[in-house]
Structure formats: structure tokens, C-alpha cells
């Protein structure tokens, strides 16, 4: 089936930016931070304002739109859901478990070899100048990870580590470059680092290894790590929780599907597409102009592959979403749903006024209206 879930507006681009958006230096330590990529300055866009609210109406429906005025709905409660259509596989569960745990994900430690050039090492250290030690200059315990060769430090501070095995202690010894700027020690007094001679005490944890590992989704570790969240307390109702969210998307997606066959659209007003059109490229634009990178780089490291492949995939995706956008306005017409201040107030707290200057008012209220018609579509089928 195929996957209608489709939500181009201003905040739907989520871009992984990669290390080479920043140095893998750990800052104000012995680490140097490097910053790599292609632009030049004047690649680089300025920040644009961006009005989220300007095509939304005070209801949170587009505006000068009646979306029933285009479209002719079916019926769309009570449909008939294909059971088969929407259990999930144990592939799927087991795909979704792994998911879930990525965030707890860790990989294997080595630790009965002696360190080599390239290899990914766990340290800890703690540095000095003629003695003293300064700001900055440890890991306090917390240990921090590095890949010689590739981790930006100091002199040849991580080249050291190479033949010492996991367990050891031992100094490395380095030269701060002469630009270097000062610290301070315990007492806020000030060690200058330019130039100076430092010795890092430094021990090897472990190198990592190249398996990936996951915890067991056990009782225990649910109750500790997942309850909070999800409510869970057990594995068994972890698992279950997991096998409801993919039969819900689904169904959510079997009646995207259940709604353009079936709903009788006459015409896709263009200002719809306009607007995420602009909003989805001001977006981008005000991203890369964060990270001081060009559009094209900012494509290019986010898997677009180029400003072009990204446009192109932008432009053949406007039109679904566009219409989609039209199915959904023209059910919360028919609903008479409604969403107020006070309900945005309760729901997001204290976030509500840093929304609402950064969204505004009628840009969440869309935003909350979509929500309602996804939640109905999935509660009446």
C-alpha cells in the first residue's frame, strides 16, 4: 500500500546533518573544532522572515478556500478496514522494536587488543600545564570518544593512544598552537595555553567495536525507559503497543487511499501548493543559512543529493500533498470542527506564546485540525 502520509509545510523538512557540519573536537578541551564544507560566503544565504499564518484563515482552514466548494466527499466513517490489510507482519514488529531501540543502541568494546591507527577509542584525561590544571582540559570521568585520524585534537594527541591498550594510563604530551586561547584553573585564575607545553593523563576505556548492539526489550527495561513515555510497564504490553501503531498507520493509510479513489475533487486551488511551496523553501533557505552552508551543500549533506534533486522531488510531491491537504480541510468542514485559543492553551502550556510568535495563531490551528481529522479517520473506521 501505498504511503499517503504526506505533510509538506514549514517545519516538514528534517534534515540529519552529518559531522561535517562541525568538528568532532570536544570544546575547550585539547580538541580542535573544524568546520568543513563547500560554500563559499557568498553561497551562503540570509535569513528570510517566514509568515506560517499568511494563507490560514482564523479557523485554520486555508484561506478564501471552502474546500467543500472542490471536493465531494464519500463516506468516510464506518468503512469497512480489511483486517488483513492492516496486521502487522513480525518483520514489521521486529523493524519498529529495533527503531524503538535505536536510541539505546551501542556497539561492541574491545578491549584485549592495543589501539590502531583509524580505530574508534573511548578515553578519558585530564590535562596540565607546568602542573596546574585547567577549565576544559578533562573529560571528568564522563569519558568521550574519538577516531584517530579522523577526531580533530591538538598536535598529535590521539596519534599517542596508538599501540596502548584498554586498561592503561599513561600521559600524552603535547604543544598548544600558539593562538590558542587561555583558561583558567579551580580558582579562576588564568593558565595560558598559547604555545605552552601540556601533559594530558590520559586512559584508555575501550575501542569500539563495529557490531551494533541493542538491549533486550525485557520487562525491566521497559519499565525503566519506556513508561514515561508510552505508558508501557511491560514487554508484553510494549509489544502490543508497537503492533497498534503499525495496524493504526495502516488503516490511516488504507483510508488515505479509501479517500482518492473515492472522493470527487474538481480542482486543487493552486494557492495551497503556493503556499508550501514557499514556506517549505523559506525553510530550507533559513536552515542553511544557520549552518553557514549553501542550499546545494545543505542538500547535498541531508541525502537530496543537490538544491536541483531536491526541488525536482519538491515539485512532484506538491500536488499529492496539496490534495490531501484539501481532502482533510473539506472533513473538518462537515465536522463543523472547530479549535480554540483556550484548547491550544491547554495542550501546549508554557510553549503556547513562543508558538504562536514563531507559527502563529491560525498556523497551529491548521495544524491541530489536521490532527483532529487523522484522529477521526483512525476512531470511526
Known amino acids: 500500500m501505498k504511503s499517503k502520509m504526506i505533510r509538506l509545510g514549514a517545519a516538514a523538512l528534517a534534515l540529519t546533518m552529518t559531522a561535517a557540519l562541525a568538528g568532532c573536537g570536544t570544546a575547550g578541551t585539547s580538541g580542535s573544532a573544524s568546520t568543513s564544507g563547500s560554500a563559499t560566503s557568498e553561497d551562503v544565504p540570509e535569513m528570510v522572515e517566514?509568515?506560517?499564518?499568511?494563507?490560514?484563515?482564523?479557523?485554520?482552514?486555508?484561506?478564501?478556500?471552502h474546500a467543500l466548494d472542490y471536493v465531494t466527499l464519500p463516506e468516510y466513517k464506518g468503512v469497512e478496514v480489511p483486517a488483513e490489510e492492516i496486521e502487522p507482519t513480525e518483520e514489521e514488529i521486529e523493524s519498529n522494536r529495533q527503531s524503538l531501540l535505536n536510541q539505546w543502541a551501542y556497539y561492541d568494546e574491545v578491549t584485549d587488543r592495543a589501539v590502531e591507527d583509524g580505530d574508534t577509542v573511548n578515553i578519558d584525561y585530564v590535562g596540565s600545564v607546568d602542573g596546574v590544571e585547567f577549565t576544559g582540559g578533562n573529560t571528568g570521568g564522563a569519558g568521550t570518544t574519538v577516531t584517530i585520524g579522523v577526531t580533530s585534537y591538538i598536535d598529535d594527541f590521539l596519534e599517542q593512544l596508538i599501540g596502548h591498550k584498554?586498561?592503561?594510563?599513561?600521559?600524552?604530551?603535547?604543544?598548544?598552537?600558539?593562538?590558542?586561547?587561555?583558561?583558567?584553573?579551580?580558582d579562576g585564575n588564568t593558565v595560558v595555553l598559547a604555545g605552552k607545553d601540556a601533559v594530558f593523563t590520559t586512559t584508555i576505556n575501550y575501542i569500539q567495536g563495529d557490531e551494533l548492539l541493542y538491549p533486550e526489550m525485557d520487562d525491566a527495561f521497559?519499565?525503566?525507559?519506556?513508561?514515561?513515555?508510552?505508558?508501557?510497564?511491560?514487554?508484553?504490553e510494549a509489544n502490543e503497543g508497537i503492533a497498534t501503531a503499525i495496524r493504526n498507520s495502516k488503516k490511516y493509510n488504507y483510508m488515505l487511499d479509501y479517500l482518492e479513489t473515492n472522493a470527487k475533487i474538481t480542482e486543487v486551488p493552486e494557492a495551497i501548493s503556493e503556499y508550501m511551496r514557499?514556506?517549505?523553501?523559506?525553510?530550507?533557505?533559513?536552515?542553511?543559512?544557520?549552518?553557514?552552508?549553501?542550499?546545494d551543500t545543505l542538500m547535498m549533506l541531508s541525502g537530496y543529493g543537490?538544491?536541483?534533486?531536491?526541488?525536482a522531488m519538491l515539485e512532484e510531491q506538491l500536488p499529492e500533498a496539496a490534495k490531501f491537504s484539501l481532502?482533510?480541510?473539506a472533513i473538518a468542514e462537515q465536522e463543523g470542527m472547530t479549535v480554540t485559543e483556550e484548547e491550544l492553551q491547554e495542550m501546549?502550556?508554557?510553549?503556547?506564546?513562543?508558538y504562536v510568535e514563531t507559527y502563529g495563531?491560525?498556523?497551529?490551528?491548521?495544524?491541530?485540525?489536521i490532527g483532529k481529522v487523522d484522529q477521526l479517520l483512525l476512531d470511526e473506521n
Not at 586498561?167 to 583558561?183: A, I, K, R
Not at 523553501?281 to 542550499?295: D, E, H, K, M
Not at 495563531?361 to 485540525?369: C, E, P, R
Open 327 to 329: 481532502l482533510r480541510q
Open 166 to 186: 584498554p586498561g592503561e594510563t599513561f600521559d600524552v604530551n603535547v604543544t598548544f598552537p600558539d593562538d590558542y586561547n587561555d583558561s583558567t584553573d579551580a
Open 348 to 354: 501546549l502550556g508554557d510553549s503556547y506564546d513562543g
Open 50 to 65: 517566514i509568515d506560517y499564518s499568511k494563507y490560514i484563515d482564523e479557523n485554520g482552514f486555508w484561506k478564501d478556500i
Open 306 to 311: 543537490s538544491e536541483d534533486e531536491y526541488l
Open 361 to 369: 495563531l491560525n498556523y497551529i490551528k491548521q495544524d491541530v485540525m
Open 222 to 236: 521497559v519499565a525503566e525507559n519506556l513508561q514515561s513515555t508510552y505508558g508501557w510497564t511491560t514487554a508484553a
Open 278 to 295: 514557499e514556506a517549505q523553501l523559506a525553510a530550507v533557505n533559513n536552515q542553511a543559512a544557520s549552518y553557514g552552508i549553501s542550499v
